[in-house]
């Protein structure tokens, strides 16, 4: 690869493409997700704890990407409002795990169809979802390799 890919214009360069496709994808997320009163980044740990449940904070912060300096506030606004709750270890008193509550169970339906209306509407069925989701895995992939 050389170096004449910076000579690009701003809208011509990957990292805004990705930049920008991902903030309109969480505002999309973001408005669909409004009416539950919970956040893009909340919605990740709900996706992460309906994967499985009751999980070291640690854990979340691993599917999630997320840092538990970022991590602690969501849980605490999501605890606060009935998504989450915590609980001590039974055998590592040291321990917190997360659990989703009864009422993230029931509104999983509810905001998963809310989630689809948004995207039906944004015509992203015409894309290649699954290509493309296989792509970023493998530049994610790639990124990290390099970044660790």
Not at 43 to 52: H, I, P, R
Not at 77 to 95: F, I, L, P, Q, S
Request: charged content about 25%.
């Amino acid at each position: 690869m050389d170096d004449s890919i910076f000579d690009r214009r701003l809208e011509d360069q990957l990292c805004f493409r990705l930049y920008r496709a991902s903030s309109e994808l969480g505002k999309l997320y973001s408005q669909a997700l409004q009416p539950f009163g919970i956040t893009f980044s909340q919605y990740l740990v709900l996706l992460a704890l309906w994967d499985k449940d009751g999980v070291a904070v640690t854990d979340i912060g691993s599917r999630t990407g997320m840092g538990i300096g970022t991590l602690n506030p969501i849980l605490k606004r999501m605890t606060e409002h009935g998504w989450v709750e915590k609980k001590t270890h039974d055998t590592d008193k040291r321990a917190t795990l997360v659990f989703v509550t009864e009422q993230a169970t029931n509104e999983k339906p509810a905001i998963n169809l809310s989630i689809l209306k948004q995207l039906e509407g944004f015509q992203l069925m015409e894309l290649d979802i699954i290509g493309l989701m296989d792509q970023l895995e493998t530049l994610q992939q790639q990124l990290k390799k390099v970044n660790d």
